[in-house]
Nanobody, 119 residues
Framework: QVQLVESGGGLVQAGDSLRLSCAASGFAFTTYAMGWFRQAPGKEREFVGRINSSGGSAAYADSVKGRFTISRDNAKNTVYLQMNSLKPEDTAVYYC????????????WGQGTQVTVSS
């Protein structure tokens, strides 16, 4: 069955870095665009960034642009979110999601990993 499993979250201090991973299985990963989203307590889920199926193109929310980088290893069916210069407002549960070819909607979602940034 389809699985997206995030890992790498934790508690860090402002200014630190973290790298999240999302291991995918059960679908044609190399043909799917992959996205990262986050949800802070009491707030709606928000888009963080997206990478196309080949890994050649990525887009980011303004709030993370220049600090976060999405990459993927199609040989390992894994997508990454490198987060640098973390801020307390980056505290959230981070989710990865998979979008089928030629669609903008996300069909599959992971269970999320908690990132907490202390000031």
């Amino acid at each position: 069955q389809v699985q997206l499993v995030e890992s790498g979250g934790g508690l860090v201090q402002a200014g630190d870095s973290l790298r999240l991973s999302c291991a995918a299985s059960g679908f044609a990963f190399t043909t799917y665009a992959m996205g990262w989203f986050r949800q802070a307590p009491g707030k709606e889920r928000e888009f963080v960034g997206r990478i196309n199926s080949s890994g050649g193109s990525a887009a980011y929310a303004d709030s993370v642009k220049g600090r976060f980088t999405i990459s993927r290893d199609n040989a390992k069916n894994t997508v990454y979110l490198q987060m640098n210069s973390l801020k307390p407002e980056d505290t959230a549960v981070y989710y990865c999601a998979a979008a089928p070819p030629l669609t903008a909607r996300y069909a599959y979602w992971g269970q999320g990993t908690q990132v907490t940034v202390s000031s």
